[in-house]
């Protein structure tokens, strides 16, 4: 499996029709893929230039630029362990250091069960709770080297129902019921709100 | 209210300090991020308000609070709306991208107060009359995404958002856009080309200004998330009571997170220009001091990108336009403190891994530079490092950002201070942010740099030197 | 370039010299007509700048102190003080150098650039930096293919976006991107989509390094022992200018020339690598003539001889079929010969296109006119892309950049569908009604499987008052040319100021028809005082055994006539079959006599493309073998016969060319060598055609579906097929349906069916294609595998076949 089931394909239309124009909903549609197959395929690839109207080469062009979008399979746990500076001061490279030799594989690398995946990332934005990591982008604080073997004993024995598989993010996805939808128009054919229009000072154009 | 002066458990890292509290107000609710709790607290007052007034009428408002940018350039929104030419379709994308190192605020507001956002971003679509939004979250936050979408559905729902909000004509679309883990992205006009589905690499301003060329090339306007946040306030209480916080320059608050060698690291909203960082750091009501009692070595006042500051900058107030004459930036409010048991090396070169890491590879300096600077400072760090390559790391700065770098006065040295920016043979800021902590630290702790740098290799290099003379 | 008109300038000040720009003028641009060059890798003239190498940083000061800005990004502006020379300036371009080399590999001496190599030679300017790079560099596996024609070597690439670019915004095919982020960033394909476009041979002369090389040029040469002249390329009648490039004199390689009034610097790759067949196997480079009953070498007089006495049979005995491949002088020499002979069986088509008359009689417009800003086109001819590539490339960017609205009236999509604003596809032989219709105003209803839709916004673009040209050629070789006249006419009926370019294809078919090789016309394009027969007349007649002599003057009529069965009959009916021709093929096979000719690159002359520009035809090589300019035996035979051309060199038949077509008369054939557009001649006529406009649609015979054959560029033809690089590009021949016939008829996509035509039966894949009316049927002309001319007949106005599963 790797092109996008008839469900993802009704959701990825409801995707691209909150845009002017479908290739702006590439980026949520390669998360889509990911959260089908755990990575990004080929073959998804090339069903969403289908869909957004673009070639192959195009798809592969954006996500070959993002990290987050794994061409190959990885673990089903990833942990994204923050080495920049507010982490880095506060033992973020140890901490790495520890979950290579108790995971016994090096950043980048997944485990031979196939269920971590580690990577040595960027400030993910909790500098303040340094030294911290992600599992599949749920956020841990402030891990002593034992916070860390503890995490990963309840990976283990699937006590966090909380984390789903790698590949997904929010839980919640915007809805837009069709009779709430304000209006979203190609630019090309998008003008003036008629609201607005009414609202303007007949002298000041620009509205502002 | 009383404020704790202490964490609030389900707001990670947020201290509820002395103060007043304009955007983060809610955060001591746990349920800060439902609508029931918005309203009980407020909540899309401010829209109500604004529907009432002209739209130009809402601009002139936010232009006379002058409400500065949060995300970096602390530009006043009030004055960027104003440079949109008057075409449409044009459009409002909210940067939620937030990824400069030390940088923690952004993330809060979404988690924590996702209505707050949304009713910012309809304010500020009112008032430049355009009806679609892009509310662009980065990629690694699943959980503001999801308070986001699960805040929008709700708003729809209850006819805040979307078809004739509050039974007006008014009809706003509010879309929730989600990233891929790209810092560059951050940057306005990357950002935009993210949005339009393509690889996060910035366009060149001239010609593309987002306000006259954005979102397929018509006027948009990009705002930061805690820009936009302030809105909702300001609406309900109006200029004079906003500027009533803060200095002149840079009246409100804003919300800073202070990272690293301190006894309490957090988040804390605080007001601008009047607070200084020693304030910051050592009084009770913020940080409280550097951890162990430690001395202070350096600390980098406004997110990765900042030239570092040192114990001669303490006293300085937080006000962007003093801090740009002292050879820094107040950036994004991201506070990184190092005490003296930090390597200046070690810091410098993870630092400098980031933009390498971070380079889109468009333009040539950064693509080939940044990568260059890890390469040596990493061999200076492993012990292979020649003692021409110091000199060699401010050369290829001098790639990147041609003339004299920013920096911070060194009263040691009788150094007179650079203002901030620097220039750049880039497109971009990025590449030249990767010369900010190799001068920095060379400049202040060229020792350590020395130190590192076998003796052998000294004499080894001479040598080949008379070596290749001969 | 030209100076800028008076006033008009924006005054700027260059290194200290006070100095005007034209208005919007990109800085690099105005240094550059100045004299001063200022460094550039990802900066094209011809695509939209990037700004992204930044090689062209130059410090500017418009009015808000200096700063370093890319000029090739930077419009002068009033009173903008630039200087290219400054420490800054300097500064700032050596680091940028310096940082493009730590990666770059140092194979220069093994590099197909190496020698013509803008980073070598700014290398050599700069020097030092290289050294103070100890780290390993960036490594790639070594030259991949991304195509049949084109490897990418990532180490040596510099990232300038050249060449995607090209392929995204210029060609349209998309199909090779940046890759991957930062200092990885690469340039590649998606996995098993290979860059298989028309026009990638343009990257690999884009590419400012030795990154993009080309399969056939691949270590062939060095730059410092090749030589170049200018000439035109002779593959279609569009006439791009290209450089010829020859080393040890052999023709090696073929460059894009930016010719503003033509293909601006761009080449399909058929005109870039088709050079090669000159040089196989294939190629005539003797004499040859019956010797007893076998046909075998001889020597050229005992050849000339043999031809000859063909030649001297009773006139209206004599047949003569192309011309399209000879340069105008050779054109004007058999012109002259012919018509000193009587012989008025002249037609330099292969019943593949439109009556000369029609064609001379109406095409009155510029590729610049067709591709001007704004102008509506409607396209009433096969599809450019195939056909004329360059013109496609021309017209794509008038309606992607410059407004320009097409109106496609094509028997099938075409590459332009997608930038169309209507297209209109009718059914074969119905293009006529859904013409008059437009005409007419009755855009009610369909017509000829034409929705009304489509039909009111057609007639809405035609009628907006915009200027509108139209492009006519021959869109489908299994309908009667008839259908495209009245079409025309009615069109003309509809907007009588449109224009017309035509889109005749076959090289230098309209300096043939200004020749009078046609039965039409007489030299100078004039009514023919006596008319002749055309090629469909000539092949009855011979077939008929009514024709003694038949002259195939570079025609291969059993390949591309569009009744083989009848060719075939027709050449083996003749006493003597004379063929003069450069490459080996069927019809040559059938030849009595065979007068070797020195091809393209071999000879000098001129060429008339299809606006009517004459422009110069360069010899860059020793002729082949034996062989001979085509001018030369006109020349040979007219002395053999008697005849006096008046002329026995180049330079004599211009002069008799210009005394005699006036069209011609103020030519200055020596200006024809210097690297300019060449002129346009005049193409205004005392006459005009006659376009009837009704003509009869026989009714569907049940059969069901309605056949469309025409050419695709990678074909069987000689020119293709001797080619070695390009003789595997050809697609598997298939039959192309409508999405809606696949269900109507049961048939299983790709899968093989039969189809019948008179009785007679074949077998190919179905496969679809999307925008065809539903009820036709496309088959591409001569792949290799499959013969469509076997499914045509010229008692057939329109051609309907069955096809059934199984
Ligand atoms: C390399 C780079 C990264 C940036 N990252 C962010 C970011 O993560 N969030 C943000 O709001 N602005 C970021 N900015 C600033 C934006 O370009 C833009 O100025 C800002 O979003 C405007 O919003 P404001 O006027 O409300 O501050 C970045 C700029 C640069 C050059
Ligand atoms: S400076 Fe770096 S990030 Fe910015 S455009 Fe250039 S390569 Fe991209
Ligand atoms: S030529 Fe101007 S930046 Fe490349």
Redesign the interface.
Known sequence: MSRLTPQNVALATEIIS????P??????L??LAQEQDGYVA?DA??HLAEL?G?????????C??????KRHPVGTYML?IC????C???GGEELLHHAEETLGIKAGGTTPDGLFTIEDV?????????PCL?V????E?RLTHDDFDALIADLRAGKRDDIPAHGT?????????P???????P?ET???????A????AA????? | MAHSNDYVPWA??YVDNEGPKIVSSRFVHEDSYTLVRSLATGGYDGLKKALDM???DV?ALVKDATLLGRGGAGFPAGIK??F???T??RYLVVNGD???????K??LLMERDPHQLIEGCLIACY??????CFLYV??????A??R???A??EA??AGY???NILG??????V?????????IVGEETALIE????????PRLKPPYFPAAKG??Y?PTIVNNVETLANLPWLMVNGPEEYKKYGSEASPGTRLV?????VKR???YEMEQGVVSFRTLFYDDNFCQGIRDDNALKAF?PGG?SAPWFFDEQLDLLQEGRAIGAAGSMLGSG?L???DDT?DAV??AL??VR?YA??S?GKCTPCREGTSWEEKILQRILDGHGRASDIDLLLEVGQNISPGVYPMASFEAEGLEAVPFPPKQTTICPLGPSSVAPITSAIRRFRDEFEAKIPADARALETAGAEGAAS | MTATEPGTGVAFTLDGQALEAKPGELLIEAAERHGVHIPRFCYHPRMKPVGMCRMCLVEVDAGRGPALQPSCMLTVTPDMVVNTTSETTTKAQDGVLELFLINHPLDCPVCDKGGECPLQDNAYAFGPGESRFVEEKRHYEKPIPISDLVHLDRERCILCDRCTRFA?DVAGD????????GNETQV????D?PFASYFSGNTVQACPVGALTAAPYRFKARPWDLTEVESTSVVDSTGARVALQSSRDELVRILGVDSDAVNWGWLSDKERFAYEATNSEARLTDPQALVGDEVSQVRWDRALGAAAEALSAPADKIGVIGGARLPLEAQFAWSALLTSLGVANVDAQLGDGLPGDVVAGLADATIAEAAAPNGVVVLLSADPKEELPTLYLRLRHAAIEDGASLVELTARPTGLSGQAAASLHPLPGAVAEVAAALADGATGDEVGGVAAADLASAHGLLTSGRPVTIVLGRANLAESPDYAIAAVAALKRLAPEAKVLSALRRGNIHGALEMGLTPELDLGATPAVVTGLDTEGILEAAAAGKLETLVLLGADPIADFPDTELARKALDRVSTVVAIDTLHNESVAAADVVLPASAAGEVDGAFLNLEGRLSPLKAKVTAAGQSRPDWMIAAELASALDRDLGAVTLDELRASLSAAVPAFADVDWTALDVATDGPLIDRTRSWSPSLPENVAVPSADGYGLRLVVDRAMWDGGTMVAQSASLASLPAEPSLGLALADFEALGIAEGAEVLLEVAGTGHRLPAVPMAGLPKGAARIPFNLPGFDATALLSVDRPVTDIRVTAN
């Open positions: 909150r845009y002017p124009r290739k702006s909903a590439l980026i949520p390669l998360h080929d690839m090339a957004v673009v070639t192959p080469a195009e798809v592969l062009g954006t070959s630029f993002y990290e987050m979008f994204n080495t920049n500076l507010s880095q001061l506060l960027e400030c993910i934005a909790a500098c303040t709770e340094a992600q599949n982008y749920r956020y604080y993010l929010g839980l919640i996805r915007q809805h837009i019921t009779d709430r939808v304000g209006g979203i128009e630019p998008a003008g003036k709100p008629a609201w607005f009414s609202r303007e000072p000041d154009e620009a509205g502002n | 990670p890292g002209a739209p130009a601009a709306w104003g949109m030419p008057p449409w379709p937030e990824s400069e190192p030390g940088t923690y952004d993330r008032a430049l009359g355009l009806n679609q980065r990629g690694e936050m699943a959980l995404q999801e986001i979408a699960q929008l559905n729809y729902e958002c979307g078809k007006t004509d008014v009809s706003i679309d879309v929730l856009h989600w990233g891929a883990g790209a810092y993210s949005l339009e589905g393509n690889r996060g690499m979102v397929y018509k997170a202070v990272s690293g060698h690291p957090g988040v980098v990765g991201a990184m403190v190092m930090t070690k810091a993870r630092l980031f890491r971070e889109c | 995204s998309p199909l090779i991107h940046f890759i991957d982020r590649n394909t998606f996995p989509h």
